[in-house]
T-cell receptor, first 114, second 116 residues
Framework: QKEVEQDPGPLSVPEGAIVSLNCTYS??????FMWYRQYSRKGPELLMY????GNKEDGRFTAQVDKSSKYISLFIRDSQPSDSATYLC??????????????FGKGTLLTVNP | KAGVTQTPRYLIKTRGQQVTLSCSPI?????VSWYQQTPGQGLQFLFE???????NKGNFPGRFSGRQFSNSRSEMNVSTLELGDSALYLC???????????????FGEGSWLTVV
């Protein structure tokens, strides 16, 4: 079983839709959770990070973490064509030598159609 | 403030050659990590340097190496290139603190390596 599982999509939605992106993980030591957005041929851009269960909101984006279910989500409200990109979840634990190493999902390709 | 800068952005090498990629972190960041991104494997951790010392290493062969200089700039080297080394190589920087906030990681645009 991979440490982080993410549905690769592709996911295609109409403009204005609510988008839900999800990752599951198996390593209960993961404590720090991030979402990155990557446009084609660009480096990943940090969208949000959280290190606790619950919700965190930033504009149209909401990150949700459920540590008991080992499940994280990113919701995008009122999606725009400019949101079209690959979304990557990433996680980090703080145990022993695994510090400072991010473990990524493979990314979900999202297209928002005008 | 300037972001993470990687050079070169694009390069083509021949099998068997070696390549050196360079990364300048965000000012004040002391940790530099390197990742390889391929369509099949996604983003995979190569290694991380902090204060010129390798602090963590991923599961890559010894052909992949790196170093960090006193100004926090970093280089990674791949020797005896193989076709499978064709990938986007990403550098990321952070403060490198042991607390979560200090570990927020920011990526550069990447170096696209094609091995022919």
């Amino acid at each position: 079983q991979k440490e982080v599982e993410q549905d690769p999509g592709p996911l295609s939605v109409p403009e204005g839709a609510i988008v839900s992106l999800n990752c599951t993980y198996s390593n209960s030591a993961f404590q720090y959770f991030m979402w990155y957005r990557q446009y084609s041929r660009k480096g990943p851009e940090l969208l949000m990070y959280t290190y606790s269960s619950g919700n965190k909101e930033d504009g149209r984006f909401t990150a949700q973490v459920d540590k008991s279910s080992k499940y994280i989500s990113l919701f995008i409200r009122d999606s725009q064509p400019s949101d079209s990109a690959t979304y990557l979840c990433a996680m980090m634990d703080y145990s022993g030598g695994s510090n400072y190493k991010l473990t990524f999902g493979k990314g979900t390709l999202l297209t928002v159609n005008p | 403030k300037a972001g993470v800068t990687q050079t070169p952005r694009y390069l083509i090498k021949t099998r068997g050659q070696q390549v050196t990629l360079s990364c300048s972190p965000i000012s004040g960041h002391r940790s530099v990590s390197w990742y390889q991104q391929t369509p099949g494997q996604g983003l995979q951790f190569l290694f991380e340097y902090f204060s010129e010392t390798q602090r963590n290493k991923g599961n890559f062969p010894g052909r992949f190496s790196g170093r960090q200089f006193s100004n926090s700039r970093s280089e990674m080297n791949v020797s005896t290139l193989e076709l499978g080394d064709s990938a986007l190589y990403l550098c990321a920087s952070s403060l490198g603190d042991r607390q979560p906030r200090g570990n927020t990681i920011y990526f550069g645009e990447g170096s696209w390596l094609t091995v022919v």
